[in-house]
């Protein structure tokens, strides 16, 4: 039973941070239908970046984090002014293309600058476990889980509650109407990426501690973000929450009760049964709305 116990937990810790990560693909989808298949790499190149804090001045991973994340906001509102703002009428074929080149220079840049090494990082919350009952969890998930369930509950309130959300609801029903009423959708458009790839960099400033990052794990982020989008039904907060938590558990539970690629593939049977059952994803646009 305690097996059972600790594999959800770190299934729905995981599942959590996994959110985070896809709460920045689907704001960036949202107000421009771009779907970013290099929003994982820069998960990947906010590790690295906290690594070469902590190499250079001596940071703990989640103190970088204080630098990283407005760091990766202004990289993200730089992309959209200088790559998709000129991609705005161009077809849907020539923005993936974009995306994905941009996955390829990341990982490239990674790779010459910093190795094809696993590298990890030292943090404050290294060997310190927290017992409850029979169960051991390490401080690292425990902060982890934490801050994105924070950082869920804040942007949940900013996109039902503050002008910003209801800004970004606007331009992703109609962007044309919302213009006419008075939105400022070249504005909203650069804030909205800059927010996704800050996102982005949070989650992989939680996941730093604790884990091993190379840097062509970026994918592998990306796919899991894809997934829980299309789970959870393209425009569902509340979906990509629980699409999210539903591939964390999936990959926990997998790992734990089903041998070998069984276990590796439960998400993506997940996604299949679903894509076949409910094609629109287990939740209608008109709940973000």
């Not at 039904?233 to 558990?249: D, K, R, W």
């Amino acid at each position: 039973m305690s097996f059972f116990l600790e594999a959800v937990i770190q299934g729905v810790f995981i599942g959590a941070v996994y959110a985070v990560i896809t709460f920045g693909l689907a704001v960036l989808h949202s107000v421009s239908g771009v779907l970013n298949f290099a929003h994982g790499n820069f998960v990947v190149l906010s590790m690295f970046l906290c690594l070469i804090l902590h190499e250079h001045l001596n940071l703990d991973p989640y103190v970088a984090g204080i630098i990283v994340t407005p760091v990766m906001f202004v990289v993200g509102a730089a992309l959209y002014k200088l790559v998709f703002a000129r991609l705005a009428t161009a077809s849907t074929l020539t923005v993936i293309q974009a995306t994905l080149g941009m996955m390829f220079i990341i990982e490239a840049g990674l790779l010459m600058t910093q190795g094809g090494q696993f590298k990890r990082i030292p943090s404050m919350v290294d060997n310190h476990d927290v017992a409850f009952g029979g169960l051991r969890i390490g401080m690292d998930e425990i902060v982890a889980f934490l801050g994105a369930l924070l950082l869920t509950g804040i942007l949940f309130w900013v996109l039902e509650h503050s002008v910003f959300g209801r800004s970004v609801r606007a331009v992703q029903q109609n962007g044309r109407a919302a213009q006419l009423v008075g939105v400022n959708t070249e504005r909203i458009r650069v804030l909205s990426f800059g927010l996704g790839i800050a996102l982005a960099a949070v989650a992989g400033v939680l996941l730093v501690p604790g884990n091993s990052i190379h840097p062509s794990q970026g994918l592998n982020y990306t796919v899991i973000a894809i997934m829980a989008f299309f789970i959870g039904g393209m425009g569902s907060y509340i979906g990509t929450l629980l699409g999210a938590v539903a591939l964390g558990l999936a990959e926990s539970l997998g790992a734990v009760y089903l041998p070998g690629s069984i276990g590796f593939a439960l998400p993506y049977l997940i996604v299949v049964l679903v894509i076949l059952l409910r094609p629109n994803g287990l939740f209608r646009r008109s709940a973000a709305a």
